[in-house]
T-cell receptor
Framework: QKEVEQNSGPLSVPEGAIASLNCTYS??????FFWYRQYSGKSPELIMS????GDKEDGRFTAQLNKASQYVSLLIRDSQPSDSATYLC???????????FGGGTRLMVKP | KAGVTQTPRYLIKTRGQQVTLSCSPI?????VSWYQQTPGQGLQFLFE???????NKGNFPGRFSGRQFSNSRSEMNVSTLELGDSALYLC????????????FGPGTRLTVL
């Protein structure tokens, strides 16, 4: 059973701080890794994708991948109240487009 | 470019009925995947279609089925509805279909009474 684990939170950070979200996965054959943001009552929205070890930066967001440790993280710099949402880590292998999702981490950014 | 669209957005059914949900992918995308989201189980993969063929299937009973048309639009059907089928059903499309970025539609909220 392929598993993706996330701390459910809530993770509470003050406005302007760095939020660090973590995710571990069990399938060593996983090849693609994604972070989605989901506001309450809405559908998931893609934030970042990462495919190789290391860091990938996009604006205030940085995704980090360590395949040896089976670990993916998302850093949000200068957190804003509008970043308050549930962040979903998703992983896929090489057999089509099946995403396995973690349970999500609820982030709360306090003004 | 228009995003993924799903219809209907909300649906109320009673136990034992069947339901059909529709998804139109982003123009040019050939892969369509379906997911079920519930508070208890989170987001779970139902199935994926690519070029009208089901390529992957999740661990759901046979009451859940789907198909894809030549224009890449997809439908999923749930027969003999159960209370536990109440969920947000999400469709996602991607261009290539192998470990590719998936873009989600707004979802269909199904309530089974």
């Amino acid at each position: 059973q392929k598993e993706v684990e996330q701390n459910s939170g809530p993770l509470s950070v003050p406005e302007g701080a760095i939020a660090s979200l973590n995710c571990t996965y069990s399938d060593r054959g996983s090849q693609s890794f994604f972070w989605y943001r989901q506001y309450s009552g809405k559908s998931p929205e893609l934030i970042m994708s990462i495919y190789s070890n290391g860091d990938k930066e996009d604006g205030r967001f940085t995704a980090q991948l360590n395949k040896a440790s089976q670990y993916v993280s998302l850093l949000i710099r200068d957190s804003q109240p509008s970043d308050s949402a549930t962040y979903l880590c998703a992983v896929s292998g090489n057999a089509g487009n099946m995403l396995t999702f973690g349970g999500g981490t609820r982030l709360m950014v306090k003004p | 470019k228009a995003g993924v669209t799903q219809t209907p957005r909300y649906l109320i059914k009673t136990r034992g009925q069947q339901v059909t949900l529709s998804c139109s992918p982003i123009s040019g995308h050939r892969s369509v995947s379906w997911y079920q989201q519930t508070p208890g189980q989170g987001l779970q993969f139902l199935f994926e279609y690519f070029s009208e063929t089901q390529r992957n299937k999740g661990n759901f009973p046979g009451r859940f089925s789907g198909r894809q048309f030549s224009n890449s639009r997809s439908e999923m059907n749930v027969s003999t509805l159960e209370l536990g089928d109440s969920a947000l059903y999400l469709c996602a499309s991607s261009f290539l279909g192998i470990s590719d970025t998936q873009y989600f539609g707004p979802g269909t909220r199904l309530t089974v009474l």
